[in-house]
């Protein structure tokens, strides 16, 4: 909810201000706390929602300014919205986040030490295929030429804390691969036609999972169309709050895919915004976008696929944009449990963030690792051989922790482990 | 008001300075508890991480006369985890640990940190749950349970938190840390342990608590009849004590709360229906098969328009979702409310629902209930905008005439949510200047320097004497309702 | 005492009606309490009574010990002073009672056997059953935290008292707590009157917290054989979802003196419910019975009166510990008597922890207060106690009658006095710590 121009709010200007609504909604009853990643590691109620709320509240009525401190806590939030499925009264906490920080970004209010410049470099990289191609052929570099060793081995990156916990993360860089077919056909008979979205992460880190979700489509009998000229979908800018930049990022998106029934993402994060275009940019060319957007899992649990059986012990982790931002949680575990011979093992605290959120492993490395070393914890308690996860940052933080802290399990995404038992005739 | 700099040095030495909180952001969202309608910012925040810190904290707070709030995850609805005169907040929400679990005494001992269904959720499994179940109970902590003497749907059979609290580790406001009670459940002397619990924080601060831990149930059956009239819910609630079954639980919502609660959280709680009961029975099965058709021959009795029986685990936990998330969809239902906490007699149940109605016509407010009908124990919700000229006056007036009528009845001003600021100056009303004032001089006791929360609990009177101002901070006027 | 004591019978009866003033010899030493004599014995009418009597006792600095029904005089240590003892048995009137809120107000004087009586016809009952209870008043029970069977589910007087009128050492009439079952308004008073031996306030008008009559009830007697196997199925009865309502625990002494089966430990229990439940919860208790090794079968209701009586006799000990070693600690008290040479009975309370220990005989007190002293040791680490309920005065004198209570805690309950029983008026050195 955004009021986007009009009389300004308190600390707040006109443009793209936090709904007054949404803000009062929230009751102060503090259910959301124990829901909130950072609220379990600090304990204080200033990086809590409610505590959050309360400040952004404060800033609309006038009570406070819009300050460096103000930024700090709002920097250390995931933006995972657990606290929005927790929430009894229905407050908007993504987009109260999201309208503040962008607030705060056009005005330069920063917190003391925030890395501007690292989130900046990001943002500039990922929404170019060909920058971030040319970036990630350096790194490719980096690892076959065995200097990656010799750098973790020495830990010669521990001054640069930032630098280190950027090149931890680091999963081996795949060679290049051909990039897909721009239409596959259907499989069996044509169920519909289904757009992909190749995200950025995912096309330069996991290209396999793109490869094995448009063989997941095709078998159900989907038409997958891939449009080449695809960018970035701009979810990393919109949860940093730089709205304008998701806005054309947004516009440039939606044309590429008119011709679908449904649009297809399997990053967690980048669906979750395209879900959200419509609140965005109130037009209808992206409200009829929005409302075929879909997960891979939610295309596919309504769909038969015929499964071999994959004799394995798997836990599943509820990506948040995933869990909280989509409410996706019943169907990968369903797709799951339907391949013979898998036995899925449920997590604890499966919802909790597992410290990855877009890019803040990359800017707060600390409460990031502190919540990477809680959800391994709970994966080794489980005792399963296999993580499964629906968003590639997740499959970076948890695959880096669990190297970390030496527990041997397989990092997966669940379309992964669907087409290794994927019967093709 | 800022601390001087070598009370907040001699803090930041006793929990670090990643402990303590100073800058006004941070402060400004520890000004209140989930009654918003209260608010005092403390000086300084501490987050102390043991018992030992606790006590250092009261000690140097002592010396220099600084008031201590204690805050435990701030969900109380009485304005008590706030600091109307500032000081140092003491928050215990890092204390958060489980420290024991004594199958062999079915005992635990935890930090009061800890949140209350955190423990059952840790016990589970082994058959035990921790029985005082405040609708709170996902976020509120056990320390807090213990210093509001909190309730819950399911205190009706299993009693309240000073029932479960076998024993207290306390810092008193003398800077004594001592340990009240234990596992033993029997102890020669006064039973501090009992006057410690509910006592808000004005007797001293609690650091471990050690409490009984509860068999869960052999059955349990969730019955939920729906009327059409809160008359006829309110007649069934005194029909089935008066039949001598004492369910588990027995609530009452209407229309107004049951609308908001469908809209928020979908429990399938019937639109429509002018109130409903939630009813549970729980223990021996063969126990609860024979009351269950008895009280639902009563509510039929009484005009049931629909009995409904929870055919799975699911769908009961979808009701008590409902139910207690319901404070959470007040903001559904209205932007501002008072809410009540007074008990009455339940044989006076129909008869005070009755003089709701007509209060809540005579101030054209509307006042939505959802509460604990077997104990009488009322939650009247009086809605207000205070964007609105003269809401507000009239929600005050219809609150004022709500709790002189309850208290006409033979009831108590508050049953589970305690007293803090929000009830203090409504206590004369139950009690003469003997019984407070000898209420003040035990304050005294513990307190000796009266600086434990101060103005809490016990009211600004004469007959509470000089005792609970405290020592160099007078109250600023005006700050009472 | 600085007042003569015919000035003091004169006041006392001003107050309370001539005819309600004892004063002959041969009365007062009826009415000694641990071989010390009164000056006077007032039986005053009502609450206003009781707060004159005291307001005169304040200003003329008089100790009072208050009495009941005289039931428990003996627990605590022996006085330090006693100039008046105030008898409450003529306040007995039930001050209210709504069937419908199941809860009553009645006068301390009220013995528990009229309170039943009058709560019979409505199938309802207070649930506190200590030995003898018919004949004890409710404020006595209330001062001195008596118990017994109904404990099991039900609590103590801590549990069942909501509020109480009590009048304070300088005779200002007070009241404490609420008249509903749910209030946390203000401080819990009744909580610190309870089992406070009226060294605090003396409880005149208690509203109390009652429950329905269950419409069926059934008792068992179920004995083992070995102190382990009684263990064992105390552990499997609390973790069972049975639930009995009255529980007791006693030793082959004690069921030799109750006229029961002796074996070396049994358990009376009883179930409370509707028919079905009762006939069902029985059959599971016995199965469970036999499958610990230990034999069944029904028992009276009659058997739980009779047990009262079997702690009667000149010495009294009773012992909390933590729960789980209650087997443990009575054993020990078994060898405790044998060490003695005397012969002991033990009733405890199963899955609180508590055993009261009666002493036949006539034992050496130099080897009492040895043993006592002992045991106290043995019992401190868990927090436990061992404390001479009954017992001869000089014993008590020398034995101390509650033991060591932690130093921190005890200056705590000395502030507490003083703050309220300045005069120390108040049965004073009765109390812990010799308060």
């Known amino acids: 909810m955004t009021q986007a121009t009009g009389t300004p709010l308190g600390a707040f200007d006109a443009t793209d201000a936090p709904s007054m609504d949404g803000l009062r909604a929230c009751v102060h009853c503090g259910i959301c706390l124990p829901q909130c990643p950072t609220y379990r590691v600090l304990g204080e109620e200033m990086d809590s929602p409610r505590g959050r709320v309360y400040l952004m509240r404060a800033a609309a009525e006038n009570r406070i300014g819009l300050t460096p401190t103000m930024a700090r806590h709002l920097d250390l939030c995931l933006g995972c919205r657990a606290c929005e499925t927790a929430c009894p009264s229905g407050v908007p906490f993504g987009q109260l986040l999201e309208a503040t920080r962008g607030q705060m970004e056009r005005r330069g209010i920063a917190a003391p030490g925030r890395d501007r410049s690292t989130l900046r470099f990001l943002l500039d990289v990922f929404p170019h295929p060909a920058r971030l191609g040319a970036m990630l052929h350096g790194l490719r570099m980096y690892q076959w030429s065995g200097m990656q060793a010799l750098v973790r081995g020495f830990g010669l990156l521990a001054p640069f804390k930032k630098l280190q916990a950027m090149e931890a993360l680091l999963p081996p860089v795949p060679a290049p691969t051909a990039p897909l077919p721009e239409v596959i056909a259907p499989r069996g008979p044509r169920r519909g036609r289904a757009g992909l979205l190749l995200g950025c992460a995912q096309r330069f880190f996991y290209p396999d999972v793109n490869a094995d979700t448009a063989r997941l489509l095709s078998a159900a009998g989907y038409e997958v169309v891939t449009p080449r000229s695809q960018e970035c979908c701009g979810a990393l800018h919109l949860h940093a709050g730089h709205v304008d930049e998701l806005r054309a990022m947004a516009r440039r998106l939606i044309p590429l895919f008119r011709d679908v029934d449904v649009v297809v993402a399997n990053a967690a994060g980048c669906g979750s915004a395209l879900k959200e275009y419509a609140h965005w940019l109130p037009d209808d060319a992206a409200r009829l976008f929005s409302e075929r957007v879909r997960d891979v899992s939610e295309v596919l649990a309504g769909c038969d696929l015929p499964l071999r059986p994959l004799r394995e012990t798997v836990t599943y982790h509820d990506a948040c944009h995933l869990a909280h931002g989509q409410r996706v949680r019943a169907e990968p575990r369903e797709l799951l449990r339907r391949i013979p011979g898998l036995t899925l093992v449920d997590l604890p605290d499966s919802e909790l963030c597992c410290g990855s959120a877009g890019v803040y492993n990359l800017l707060e490395p600390e409460m990031a690792g502190e919540l990477g070393r809680r959800k391994i914890a709970r994966i080794r308690e489980t005792g399963a051989r296999v993580v499964a996860a629906g968003n590639p940052g997740c499959l970076m933080q948890i695959r880096q922790h669990c190297r970390a802290q030496g527990l041997a399990v397989e990092v997966v995404h669940p379309v992964t482990l669907l087409a290794r038992a994927l019967e093709e005739r | 008001m800022a601390l001087p700099s070598h009370i907040l040095r001699a803090l930041e030495g006793i929990v670090g300075p990643g402990g303590l909180v100073v800058s006004p952001e941070g402060l400004l969202t520890y000004e209140c508890d989930m009654h918003t309608f209260y608010k005092g910012a403390p000086d300084a925040v501490t987050l102390p991480q043991s018992a030992g810190q606790v006590a250092e904290i009261v000690r140097l707070c002592r010396h220099e006369h600084v008031p201590i709030v204690p805050r435990g995850s701030g969900t109380g609805l009485i304005g008590g985890a706030m600091a109307p005169v500032g000081g140092v907040m003491v928050s215990m929400t890092r204390m958060n640990r489980i420290l024991e679990l004594d199958w062999e005494n079915r005992c635990a001992t935890v930090e009061p940190g800890l949140i209350n269904l955190w423990l059952s959720q840790a016990t589970r499994e082994r058959g035990y749950f921790f029985a005082p179940d405040p609708s709170s109970q996902m976020v509120s902590s056990i320390g807090g349970n213990a210093s509001t003497n909190a309730g819950g749907p399911h205190c009706l059979k299993y009693g309240i938190t000073v029932n479960h609290v076998l024993g207290l580790e306390v810092v008193t406001g003398a800077g004594e840390l001592v340990r009240l009670g234990g596992k033993t459940h029997e102890r020669p002397g006064y039973d501090l342990t009992g006057v410690m619990v509910g006592a808000e924080g004005t007797l001293g601060l609690v650091t471990s608590v050690t409490v009984r831990l509860t068999h869960v149930p052999e059955g349990v059956k969730t019955i939920l009849a729906s009327f059409s009239t809160i008359e006829d819910a309110s007649e069934t609630v005194s029909a089935i004590i008066r039949a001598g079954i004492i369910p588990a639980a027995l609530e009452m919502l209407d229309e107004v709360v049951i609308r908001a609660i469908e809209e928020g959280i979908g429990a399938g709680y019937p639109k429509g229906a002018g109130a409903v009961l939630l009813i549970e029975l729980d223990g021996p099965v063969a126990e609860i098969e024979a009351q269950s058709g008895p009280i639902e021959a009563i509510c039929r009795e009484h005009l049931a328009l629909e009995i409904r029986v929870a055919k799975s685990e699911a769908e009961r936990a979808l009701l008590w979702k409902g139910r207690k998330e319901a404070a959470g969809v007040f903001g559904r239902l209205t932007p501002n409310w008072l809410l009540q906490d007074a008990v009455v007699p339940r044989s006076k149940l129909p008869a005070i629902m009755r003089e709701l109605q007509d209060i809540g016509a005579r101030h054209r407010v509307v006042i939505a209930n959802v509460f604990h009908a077997g104990d009488g124990n009322l939650h009247p919700l009086i809605c207000y905008d205070d964007r609105v000229p003269g809401e507000l006056e009239r929600a005050k007036q219809a609150n004022d005439d709500l709790l002189h009528a309850c208290l006409r009845l033979g009831g108590s001003v508050t049953g589970e949510h305690g007293v803090g600021l929000d009830k203090s100056q409504s206590l004369p009303l139950q009690f003469a200047p003997a019984d407070l004032n000898f209420m003040a001089r035990l304050r005294r006791v513990f307190d000796p320097d009266s600086i434990m929360n101060p103005g809490k609990l016990l009211p600004s009177h004469p007959a509470c004497g000089e005792g609970f101002r405290p020592a160099a901070r007078p109250l600023p006027a005006g700050t009472w309702i | ?435």
């Open chain 3, 1 to 435: 005492m600085a007042v003569s004591a015919p000035a003091l019978h004169d006041a006392l009866a001003d107050i309370a009606g001539r005819e309600h003033v004892l004063r002959e010899p041969a009365a007062l030493a009826a009415h000694a309490i641990d071989a010390m004599r009164p000056a006077a014995v007032v039986c005053p009418a009502n609450a206003e009574e009781v707060g004159r009597v005291l307001a005169l006792c304040a200003a003329e600095r008089l100790a009072v010990v208050v009495r009941g029904r005289g039931s428990s005089l003996a627990l605590g240590n022996p006085p330090r002073r006693l100039d008046v003892v105030l008898e409450l048995s003529r306040l007995a009137a039930v001050r209210d009672y709504v069937p419908e809120d199941m809860v009553a107000t009645v006068e301390a004087g009220v013995t528990l056997g009229a309170l039943a009586a009058h709560l019979a016809p409505q199938r309802q009952m207070l649930a506190l059953d200590p030995p003898n209870g018919d004949g004890r008043s409710v404020g006595g029970v209330l001062a001195t935290n008596a118990s017994g069977p109904l404990r099991f589910r039900y609590g103590t007087g801590r549990d069942l008292l909501l509020g109480a009128r009590f009048v304070q050492a300088d005779g200002a009439l007070t009241w404490g707590g609420a008249r509903v079952v749910k209030s946390v308004t203000g401080y819990d008073v009744p909580k610190l009157l309870v089992g406070s031996l009226g060294t605090l306030g003396v409880i005149v008008e208690a509203t109390l917290r009652l429950h329905p009559q269950p419409p069926a009830t059934r008792s068992w007697w179920l004995g083992f054989p070995t102190h382990d196997r009684a263990r064992a199925f105390l552990a499997a009865l609390l973790d069972s979802p049975l639930q009995p309502d009255r529980a007791a625990l006693i030793d082959a002494g004690g069921l030799r003196r109750a006229g029961l089966p002796a074996d070396p430990f049994a358990f009376l229990l009883s179930i409370g419910s509707v028919a079905e439940a009762v006939a069902d919860q029985g059959q599971a208790l016995e199965r469970l019975a036999l499958a610990h090794g230990g034999r069944s079968q029904g028992l009276a209701e009659s058997a739980w009166t009779t047990l009262g009586q079997v702690l009667n006799g000149p010495i009294l000990l009773r012992l909390a510990c933590e729960p789980r070693r209650l087997l443990e600690r009575m054993a020990g008290a078994q060898a405790m008597a044998g060490r003695l040479g005397v012969e002991a009975a033990v009733v405890a309370q199963p899955g609180h922890g508590v055993a009261w220990i009666a002493l036949s005989g006539s034992p050496a007190p130099a080897q009492v207060v040895r043993e006592v002293t002992q045991l106290r040791r043995a019992l401190e680490p868990e927090g436990g106690s061992l404390v001479l309920e009954r017992a001869p005065s000089g014993l008590k004198a020398e034995a101390e009658a509650w033991g060591d209570i932690n130093p921190e805690i005890l200056r705590i309950m000395k502030r507490l006095k003083s703050e309220f029983d300045p005069g120390d008026l108040l049965a004073p050195g009765r109390f812990v710590g010799r308060l």
